[in-house]
């Protein structure tokens, strides 16, 4: 028997969703001690102590199923966002609402946008689910951010077979941004039979004034959908806790789609208590946008090229294949990201870290280009 032949034509065709490399694979792989890992967009604080301590508090109950419904997760989002409950949806980490919006809306008969250089997870849940791919043209530099968005781009490949459009808000892995007058007409214009999911997945990252908050558009626009995660600006990335917001229609049917108990109870107690350490939250973004500035001084320093970013880590271009860059930052004991997959073979995407960090990086990064 060739299980191949017996799966469905969409995940015959699929490459799996490439992680960046554990620190422990490459201890095991090379031998190499103390190594710097800035390939995730983790958040180097780690979590905050109050999520810590609702952990620790969480333990005893490890034996008991967690709530399935998630209410007091729920409750706090509700409180914090300014939303009904019944209009989040949780997920194992925002990547799991993505798929259940594929699931509930996506089919062989009909399709999805997103754009050129966007996150990998649109096209393979896009493709798992055996819809069309439509992917927009990113923009070249000349009329809007080089490597983002491009939003006339995107409205032209609506049909009458769109059923999403993804549309990641600041971008992974380029950084870009989309701002608030744009994608808000871009939103009036795309027709009711398409829904549009916003992926903000680095939203607490951002400072820019123009940048929008789609969860206030929510009343506006009963086709939004709207995802956020606690993997990053929250450092719970290792617990696995993401959520979607949408109008109480859609919420019913994620909510349909979606496993029972797919939040563990570790992740929906730290991530309520994550929720209310704002100075936690503070100290994060501080850090963040030291980090951003230091190291696109470093890069204007070097000569290197690079796309300007608003989240948490930065698209570096080397000038050559980042490949061999990539490799050689390994043996010194440096992870960062190849986005060769999202089509800049040239670039290397590199996480803010601590200072500390950075600075290894940046060490190592002369290092290999002979600097």
Not at 71 to 77: R, V
Not at 150 to 164: K, V
Not at 171 to 198: C, M, Q, S, W
Request: aromatic content about 8%; overall charge neutral.
């Amino acid at each position: 028997m060739n299980p191949e032949q017996l799966a469905v034509e969409g995940v015959r065709k699929l490459t799996p969703y490439q992680p960046g490399k554990p620190i422990a694979e490459l201890e095991r792989e090379m031998g190499i001690p103390n190594i710097v890992k800035l390939a995730s967009n983790e958040n180097p604080l780690g979590p905050s102590p109050k999520a810590l301590e609702a952990i620790r508090s969480g333990l005893g109950t490890l034996r008991l199923y967690p709530d399935a419904g998630g209410f007091e997760l729920k409750s706090a989002l509700a409180g914090k966002l300014g939303v009904e409950p019944a209009q989040i949806t949780l997920g194992n980490g925002s990547n799991d609402v993505l798929e259940l919006a594929a699931r509930a809306f996506l089919s062989v008969a009909s399709s999805a946008i997103f754009s050129q250089h966007a996150f990998a997870v649109y096209p393979i849940v896009t493709q798992a689910v055996g819809a069309s791919a439509c992917v927009a043209k990113a923009h070249d530099g000349s009329g809007g951010p080089r490597h983002g968005h491009d939003l006339d781009a995107m409205l032209e490949l609506i049909n009458t077979r769109t059923r999403l459009i993804f549309i990641a808000n600041p971008n992974n892995p380029t950084g870009t941004y989309l701002k608030r007058g744009d994608l808000a007409g871009f939103l009036r214009k795309v027709p009711e039979h398409a829904l549009v999911v916003i992926d903000e997945a680095y939203f607490e990252y951002v400072s820019e004034p123009d940048y929008p908050n789609a969860l206030e558009w929510l009343d506006d626009f009963p086709n939004l959908i709207v995802t956020r995660t606690f993997s990053k600006a929250y450092g719970l990335a290792g617990l696995r806790v993401g959520y979607a917001v949408s109008s109480l229609g859609i919420a019913d049917l994620l909510n349909r789609v979606r496993q029972p108990f797919n939040v563990n109870s570790l992740g929906l107690a730290a991530a309520a208590a994550a929720l209310s350490d704002d100075d936690y939250l503070q100290r994060t973004v501080a850090l963040n946008s030291e980090g951003l500035v230091m190291l696109a001084e470093a890069m204007v320093k070097r000569g290197l090229a690079y796309v300007p970013s608003v989240g948490n880590f930065i698209a570096i271009d080397v000038g050559r294949s980042a490949l061999p860059v990539y490799d050689a930052l390994l043996r010194e004991g440096v992870i960062v990201r190849p986005i060769a997959n999202y089509g800049l073979p040239n670039h290397l995407r590199v996480t803010v870290g601590a200072v500390r960090e950075n600075r290894v990086f940046l060490a190592a990064l002369d290092r290999v280009l002979g600097l």
